[in-house]
């Protein structure tokens, strides 16, 4: 293989692999760092094929560097998470080459173009198995419907609103990356301006959001989520950036003396507001992403999401 193939081909991958990890595992990065992990990666593939060093090709230095690549895609990692993305990351790669080389042997063709062809439908492959698997583990361990209480500030007023942890629930701000928090429009309703709120119960007119929020001194804080579900392709929901968001304690029985477990602070996240009721009872009236529960408040995150 000419060497330029072999920069493009290695390149092409590991951006591939590390855009489905973040994509996958909900991790958060941007276009900027995995293109700085992929040039490392890159890198140390070609150094191990042109230096001839065997201890480049070694199984713990392989390792070592794809290590060095997750790190620089996804710091700050615990050791626990870092564990979990290299799982994550090596079973895509497994996949990916499992994958290319079927296609491969179904094409009967070794040729530039037949490879490209044959890793781009692994990487495809890949992302949807590991979607579903995500997802699906994610399910499994939660521990049932997970109901919580959620508190949300805003300029000095305060909601204590019932949420579901909702699995399937991956909005993310376009603008900021944030994690977003979906209420129903009638419950979160106390913390929105008189003007503010009249014009998103009008209907899906962004124009309109921006004049009231303007009006009402909430351009800062206004953010419009670009959403899809069942029946509409695209939609917007109007959201906002409250100032406060966090999980009431649980009221277990605890021993005679034991300390009351207090308030969880969340991270920033935007709160979107849904016109309509989820459901036809009042079991939850906000929908709490797994992401926000994952990322450590303070700080803003970038999407997981590259485009």
Same mark, same amino acid.
Do not use: K
């Given at each position: 293989?000419?060497?330029?193939?072999?920069?493009?081909?290695? @390149?092409?991958?590991?951006? $591939?692999?590390? $855009?489905?990890?973040?994509?996958?595992? +909900?991790?958060?990065?941007?276009?900027?760092?995995?293109?700085?992990?992929?040039?490392?990666?890159?890198?140390?593939?070609?150094? =191990?094929?042109?230096?001839?060093?065997?201890? &480049?090709?070694?199984?713990?230095?392989?390792?070592?560097? #794809?290590?060095?690549?997750l790190l620089l895609a996804f710091w700050p990692l615990a050791p626990r998470r870092l564990l979990a993305l290299a799982c994550w990351f090596y079973g895509l790669a497994c996949f990916v080459a499992g994958g290319a080389l079927a296609v491969l042997s179904l094409a009967g063709g070794t040729g530039a173009g037949?490879?490209?062809?044959?890793?781009?439908?692994?990487?495809?492959?890949?992302?949807?198995?590991?979607?579903?698997?995500?997802?699906?583990?994610?399910?499994? =361990?939660?521990?049932? *419907?997970?109901?919580?209480? &959620?508190?949300?500030?805003? /300029?000095?007023? =305060?909601?204590?609103? *019932?949420?579901?942890?909702?699995?399937?629930? +991956?909005?993310?701000?376009?603008?900021?990356?944030?994690?977003?928090?979906?209420?129903? /429009?009638?419950?979160? @309703?106390?913390?929105?301006?008189?003007?503010?709120?009249?014009?998103?119960?009008?209907?899906?007119?962004?124009?309109?959001?921006?004049?009231?929020?303007?009006? #009402?001194?909430?351009?800062?804080?206004?953010?419009?989520?670009?959403?899809? #579900?069942?029946?509409? /392709?695209?939609?917007?929901?109007?959201?906002?950036?409250?100032?406060? &968001?966090?999980?009431?304690?649980?009221?277990?029985?605890?021993?005679?003396?034991?300390?009351? @477990?207090?308030?969880?602070?969340?991270?920033? $996240?935007?709160?979107?507001?849904?016109?309509?009721?989820?459901?036809?009872? +009042?079991?939850?009236?906000?929908?709490?992403?797994?992401?926000?529960? /994952?990322?450590?408040?303070?700080?803003?995150?970038? @999407?997981?999401?590259?485009?």
């Amino acid at each position: 293989m000419y060497l330029d193939l072999f920069v493009l081909v290695n @390149a092409v991958v590991d951006y $591939a692999l590390l $855009a489905v990890t973040a994509q996958v595992t +909900q991790a958060r990065t941007n276009r900027w760092r995995l293109l700085l992990a992929t040039a490392w990666g890159t890198g140390y593939a070609c150094a =191990s094929a042109l230096v001839p060093a065997p201890v &480049l090709r070694a199984v713990p230095a392989v390792f070592l560097a #794809s290590a060095l690549m997750l790190l620089l895609a996804f710091w700050p990692l615990a050791p626990r998470r870092l564990l979990a993305l290299a799982c994550w990351f090596y079973g895509l790669a497994c996949f990916v080459a499992g994958g290319a080389l079927a296609v491969l042997s179904l094409a009967g063709g070794t040729g530039a173009g037949g490879l490209f062809l044959a890793l781009a439908l692994a990487v495809v492959a890949a992302a949807a198995a590991g979607r579903f698997f995500w997802r699906a583990w994610r399910r499994r =361990s939660l521990p049932g *419907p997970l109901y919580v209480t &959620l508190g949300v500030e805003c /300029e000095g007023r =305060s909601l204590r609103l *019932p949420a579901l942890v909702d699995t399937g629930n +991956q909005l993310r701000d376009p603008l900021t990356g944030l994690a977003v928090v979906v209420v129903e /429009e009638a419950a979160v @309703a106390p913390l929105l301006p008189a003007g503010l709120r009249r014009a998103v119960a009008a209907g899906d007119d962004i124009a309109a959001w921006a004049r009231a929020a303007a009006a #009402s001194g909430w351009a800062d804080r206004l953010r419009i989520v670009p959403f899809a #579900s069942i029946g509409r /392709e695209r939609g917007f929901l109007a959201g906002f950036r409250p100032d406060t &968001l966090w999980l009431e304690p649980e009221a277990p029985a605890v021993a005679a003396g034991a300390p009351a @477990a207090g308030p969880r602070r969340l991270g920033p $996240a935007v709160v979107a507001v849904f016109p309509g009721r989820f459901t036809g009872d +009042q079991h939850y009236v906000a929908l709490l992403p797994t992401a926000l529960l /994952e990322d450590p408040p303070g700080g803003e995150q970038n @999407a997981a999401r590259v485009s």
